[in-house]
């Protein structure tokens, strides 16, 4: 497995952008598929957007499909959320996680980056 680290969280009003970076230690990154996943206050962890090993296939949940995009740059260890027209029920702690190839395993993610949408 490797380490992995969220960046790029905030304060921003409804209709903004942000863009989040994970950064995983280690030279297994291309081996993982990686993933994003948010948390609200009082809810269950919860699926937002992966990208198989070569950032070719990419997968999101309803809710933010069209308004969000994940992409990989294996170089630099990293993956980012690409964040556009957030709404306040985005509001969340957004965790990265690595996962097996096939999409169907997800292991322990970072300790998460707070994203705050204000309406």
């Known amino acids: 497995q490797v380490q992995l680290e969220e960046s790029g969280g905030g304060l921003v009003q409804a209709g903004g952008s942000l863009r989040l970076s994970c950064v995983a230690s280690?030279?297994?990154?291309?081996?993982?598929?990686m993933g994003w996943f948010r948390q609200a206050p009082g809810q269950e962890r919860k699926f937002v957007a992966a990208?198989?090993?070569?950032?070719?296939?990419?997968h999101y949940t309803d809710s933010v499909k069209g308004r969000f995009t994940i992409s990989r740059d294996n170089a630099k260890n990293a993956v980012y959320l690409e964040m556009n027209s957030l709404k306040p029920e985005d509001t969340a702690v957004y965790y990265c996680?690595?996962?097996?190839?096939?999409?169907?395993?997800?292991?322990?993610g970072g300790q998460g980056t707070q994203v705050t949408v204000s309406s």
């Open positions: 990208i198989d090993l070569s950032g070719n296939d990419t």
């Open positions: 996680a690595s996962g097996s190839p096939d999409l169907s395993r997800w292991f322990r």
């Open positions: 280690g030279r297994t990154f291309n081996n993982y598929a």
